[in-house]
């Protein structure tokens, strides 16, 4: 009777030495201890805070695939976690739009559910969706509201929103406003140091810039040529291989410096003959231009033999002006007609030699202001 009294008495401290007795021989059998399970929670969600961060930063960067991989790592460690899961539903709505049997159809079934959301992320794909039916102004007021939602929200943690500012830079460069262009892809590339789109849109609006300066003012064009032919140096290491990237660098540094053009055109020439660099996404589209002296009209090279022949075209266009900028006409010129025999023998299209012709004026006019 007294034992059972004692029981009674102390059932609580015998329960609770009994749990700490069972809980000392789990941690020795299994040889875990509650300092590490709390430990390995605190680091996984570390982790999943991490991720969500980088998808985020990946997300407002542009980099929809990567992104994606990051909210897939973060969804894998905490698979209910609502910052991920909307990350990735919103990864998922970019790259619908880069899919190659995207159909207006299908993501314009977002509308009623995007339309009033003052997500930057969700307006800028609306701007984005618009771009890709050929609606310019409605693109354009979106990726505006895009950019004023982002810094609504307070990102100084952030330096740019690198995707905003690429899509305003291009919207204003179908507006043919060169200034605001110049302006966006500035601040993308003053902020992102290591981003090529920014040095590469900045570069294209101050060469076009020049061109609309050259009849009047031939000073103003070569300045304008210089500097962004400087920028453009100091871009060397970042550009990637992409066909219209370096086929533009080259366009824009040619009258400043034709070796650095020949460089890029050379490199815009293995984009289409490694096999390796032809294959990606970027290189093996058609691949559409617009004639600035031909009343802004826009052809298409489809084929790859148009676009062997355009760049040969360009490295013909590169000689010629280095030709008449050395004042040394042989090899030059000689080297010239080679590349040009080249392009007149591979093109199946009209579309290369028009692009020639027109580059060619434009060359002669801005060669006038040096």
């Not at 090529?196 to 101050?206: D, I």
């Not at 050259?214 to 920028?231: M, Q, R, V």
């Not at 020439?269 to 996404?281: A, D």
């Not at 298409?300 to 033999?305: D, F, R, V």
Request: hydrophobic fraction near 40%; include cysteine.
């Amino acid at each position: 009777m007294e034992f059972i009294q004692f029981l009674k008495d102390y059932w609580f401290l015998i329960t609770l030495g009994i749990s700490g007795v069972t809980a000392i021989a789990y941690m020795v059998v299994f040889q875990v201890s509650p300092w590490e399970k709390y430990q390995e929670t605190s680091e996984r969600k570390a982790a999943v805070k991490l991720h969500i961060q980088l998808g985020q930063d990946l997300l407002d960067g542009g980099h929809y695939k990567d992104a994606a991989g990051e909210f897939d790592h973060s969804l894998k460690l905490a698979p209910s976690n609502p910052e991920a899961l909307e990350g990735k539903r919103k990864t998922d709505l970019f790259l619908k739009l880069e899919d190659p049997d995207w159909k207006p159809g299908r993501t314009m079934a977002y509308w009623s559910l995007l339309q009033n959301q003052d997500d930057h992320n969700t307006l800028l794909y609306m701007g984005m969706l618009h771009l890709r039916i050929g609606e310019a102004e409605k693109s354009l007021q979106y990726f505006q509201k895009a950019n004023a939602a982002y810094k609504r929200q307070g990102k100084q943690s952030k330096p740019y929103y690198g995707d905003a500012l690429f899509q305003l830079g291009w919207a204003y460069y179908d507006k043919a406003d060169f200034d605001k262009m110049a302006e966006y892809f500035r601040k993308l590339q003053e902020m992102a140091k290591y981003d090529y789109r920014g040095y590469h849109g900045l570069g294209y609006a101050l060469y076009m810039k020049a061109i609309a300066h050259s009849e009047k003012d031939g000073k103003a064009a070569i300045k304008l040529l210089n500097e962004a032919t400087e920028l453009l140096r100091t871009a060397y290491n970042y550009v990637p291989n992409v066909l219209v990237v370096n086929s533009d660098i080259g366009e824009i540094a040619r009258i400043i410096d034709p070796e650095f053009s020949i460089f890029f055109h050379k490199r815009a020439m293995e984009c289409l003959t490694n096999e390796k660099y032809y294959n990606l996404p970027d290189n093996n589209g058609a691949v559409s231009a617009i004639l600035i002296t031909g009343n802004n009209q826009w052809v298409t090279l489809a084929e790859k033999e148009d676009k062997i022949a355009w760049i040969n075209y360009l490295l013909a266009l590169d000689y010629y002006v280095k030709a008449l900028r050395e004042n040394k006409h042989y090899p030059n010129l000689s080297t010239h007609n080679r590349y040009l025999k080249a392009a007149q023998s591979a093109q199946v299209g009209t579309a290369p030699e028009m692009i020639y012709q027109d580059q060619l004026t434009i060359g002669d006019r801005l060669l006038k202001c040096v």
